[in-house]
């Protein structure tokens, strides 16, 4: 019973403030909006958003990201995020030196991620409300994304003498690669000033290891805050 009534003081919370204008009802009745009251309109506003994240799936490396997005809204459904950028804290896993010790392999190559920065085309065409426990209202944005953009990667390779010998790095090429990325998000708006989002995000850097360059996925899940500027 505790956590149900925690969870309507938390849902009450994230709904104070969303009680719509006049200007905003007329502007709604004149588009014939399908979803009415909603919580702001996007068009010529930006959003930042500092995020936290990990690559989840990674055996090789984890990497833990601290960041921030700057996103021009060039309409309601459809932006610019101008700027993406992740600062990554990279450590190799005891699977990967285990792997090399135990079978003891001479060259075993793999990247990590230093950061990387992207600017990438939004399209938000979801967009909708949830009514909780009676009058309680929460306001959904679902976006997808996709861009290009730069990063700072290392290339480490890990050896051993033979079996059951310790694993060395005995090598580290740093390099600056281009990257693509896609990826999808929603956000669950708090109020006019400000939101939470999810991302899902995979970051394709054309890289180099055993002497060949490809693609390698990394796949990002985000969490942030987003500010809303100027307030809506």
Do not use: C
């Not at 600056?176 to 999808?184: A, N, R, V, W, Y």
Request: zero cysteines; glycine letters at 8%; a positive charge.
């Amino acid at each position: 019973m505790k956590y149900l009534v925690a969870w309507s003081l938390l849902v009450s919370a994230l709904a104070l403030g969303q009680t719509t204008p006049p200007a905003q009802a007329d502007y709604e009745r004149e588009l014939s909006a399908v979803v009415r009251n909603k919580i702001y309109f996007k068009s010529g506003k930006f959003e930042i958003s500092p995020v936290a994240g990990t690559m989840p799936y990674d055996s090789l490396v984890n990497h833990y990201m601290l960041g921030g997005r700057l996103s021009w809204h060039l309409g309601d459904h459809y932006g610019w995020e101008v700027l993406d950028a992740l600062i990554s804290f990279p450590n190799v896993t005891k699977y990967t030196t285990d792997l090399v010790s135990q079978k003891g392999i001479s060259n075993l190559q793999t990247t990590e991620l230093k950061w990387l920065a992207a600017t990438g085309f939004l399209f938000s065409p979801l967009y909708g409300k949830v009514r909780f426990f009676g009058s309680t209202v929460l306001y959904l944005d679902l976006y997808a994304v996709v861009g290009v953009g730069m990063a700072k990667t290392n290339k480490l390779t890990y050896s051993a003498s033979g079996e059951n010998q310790p694993a060395n790095l005995v090598a580290t090429t740093p390099a600056t690669d281009p990257l693509i990325h896609f990826g999808l998000g929603f956000k669950v708006f708090m109020n006019r000033a400000m939101g939470l989002t999810v991302d899902l995000r995979d970051y394709l850097v054309y890289t180099e290891t055993y002497g060949k360059k490809h693609f390698k996925s990394n796949f990002a899940v985000t969490v942030g805050v987003a500010f809303f500027l100027p307030i809506f």
